[in-house]
């Protein structure tokens, strides 16, 4: 429950401008725990808990850049204020032809600084028994101020989306879930760094 507690307030922290903010190495120990949990229980999550809009509050390096850099990024660190990231996900509608442990939803990507947005989404499938979610980012829009500069697929973004359903996650870029709930989630991306988004408002 205290593992639990910590993750909410760093995700409240951001989301809500929330004063009180938990140190770093206490939001890694905390995320590190709860991925054991998760692994030890087998816990099982469903695409649909995924659905909605998520800002990302706290990041940590990847395997790669923390042997680089030491403590500096293993401790992990808040996002700033002057930048806003976003994911949001949606659910597949119901298709009784799709093998339930193969879903097909989509995502978009929004970072927003200093009047500019770029915009990334793609297709995305979850494979509920490991709680992976792949992803790949096939399209484009980027506006600044309000206005639309681009928008449109990224270079083989067509030929992408067409081969993602069949392709290997082995070769994708993915999400292994380990918690989520109401107002937060915790993955740990493929490079090994791990990431906690808590939940917007609509």
Do not use: H
Not at 41 to 64: A, D, R, V
Not at 73 to 82: K, Q, T
Not at 104 to 133: Q, R, Y
Not at 154 to 160: N, T
């Amino acid at each position: 429950m205290e593992n639990l507690l910590i993750i909410e307030t760093a995700a409240n922290s951001i989301v809500k401008n929330a004063s009180n903010k938990p140190s770093p190495n206490s939001v890694v120990s905390a995320l590190i725990e709860l991925e054991k949990k998760s692994k030890k229980e087998k816990q099982n999550y469903k695409i649909e808990q995924l659905s909605g809009n998520w800002q990302l509050c706290f990041i940590t390096g990847t395997k790669k850049t923390r042997q680089r850099a030491g403590i500096v990024l293993g401790s992990g660190r808040y996002l700033p204020d002057f930048v806003k990231i976003t994911l949001s996900y949606f659910s597949p509608p119901y298709n009784s032809e799709i093998p339930q442990k193969l879903e097909i939803g989509s995502v978009e990507n929004n970072v927003e600084f200093a009047g500019l947005k770029l915009s990334l989404s793609g297709p995305t499938k979850f494979l509920d028994k490991k709680n992976i979610l792949a992803f790949d980012f096939t399209k484009i829009t980027v506006k600044l101020f309000g206005i639309k500069l681009y928008s449109g697929y990224i270079r083989g973004g067509k030929e992408s989306e067409d081969k993602f359903a069949t392709e290997s996650v082995g070769k994708q870029a993915f999400f292994a879930y380990f918690l989520i709930q109401e107002k937060f989630i915790a993955a740990r991306g493929r490079g090994g760094g791990l990431a906690i988004w808590g939940k917007l408002e609509n």
